[in-house]
T-cell receptor, first 114, second 106 residues
């Protein structure tokens, strides 16, 4: 499972509140990713990181921010949650050499915004 | 940009062979990945193609044609446990297609 954990695994919150999701890895991988998955849309990239303090936006980054202050943790923050951010959030790491690398996913966080 | 397409749903019978297609348009290419995702679970890696041709891994094989922007995943000797969604992804930042939900019937 590439040593990836996510917390919390389930969260219910109210519109307008801040929410932070945590992804933790134990194997010193450089690249980490946050995706959301919704019916009919598949997995969509929110933000990714290519090192400590190095992050970039994905295709659905509006309303989300990230931070990576140490290699093992990648945090996703919803500054003011909206109902459209109700989703399942997956963290992933990238493993391997540049020619054979692939992604491994954490177990996911189910977020409900009321 | 990148555009990836897969059929939404497929149905097959236990013991049969099924082919799941993926077509893509991408500005850069560093390989095509296939993942399996059971309902309520995280995706798990199945296969990777970077060169044209067929890669075989037990009951699962994956084919790639870079000139046609086309790949398929071939599942043989289908089992009930193969009922899942199958996702293809391309690009350095792993852009995913919408996924194909496969139902295997007895």
């Amino acid at each position: 499972d590439a040593g990836i954990t996510q917390s919390p695994r389930h969260k219910v919150t109210e519109t307008g509140t801040p929410v932070t999701l945590r992804c933790h890895q134990t194997e010193n991988h450089r690249y980490m990713y946050w995706y959301r998955q919704d019916p009919g849309h598949g997995l969509r990239l929110i933000h990714y990181s290519y090192g400590v303090k190095d992050t970039d936006k994905g295709e659905v980054s509006d309303g989300y921010s990230v931070s990576r202050s140490k290699t093992e943790d990648f945090l996703l923050t919803l500054e003011s949650a909206t109902s459209s951010q109700t989703s399942v959030y997956f963290c992933a790491i990238r493993e391997g050499t540049s020619s054979t690398d692939t992604q491994y996913f954490g177990p996911g966080t189910r977020l409900t915004v009321l | 940009g990148q555009n990836i397409d897969q059929p939404t749903e497929m149905t097959a019978t236990e013991g049969a062979i099924v082919q799941i297609n993926c077509t893509y348009q991408t500005s850069g290419f560093n390989g095509l990945f296939w993942y399996q995702q059971h309902a309520g679970e995280a995706p798990t890696f199945l296969s990777y193609n970077v060169l044209d041709g067929l890669e075989e891994k037990g009951r699962f094989s994956s084919f790639l044609s870079r000139s046609k922007g086309y790949s398929y995943l071939l599942l043989k000797e289908l089992q009930m446990k193969d009922s899942a969604s199958y996702l293809c992804a391309v690009g350095q930042n792993f852009v995913f297609g919408p996924g194909t939900r496969l139902s295997v019937l007895p």
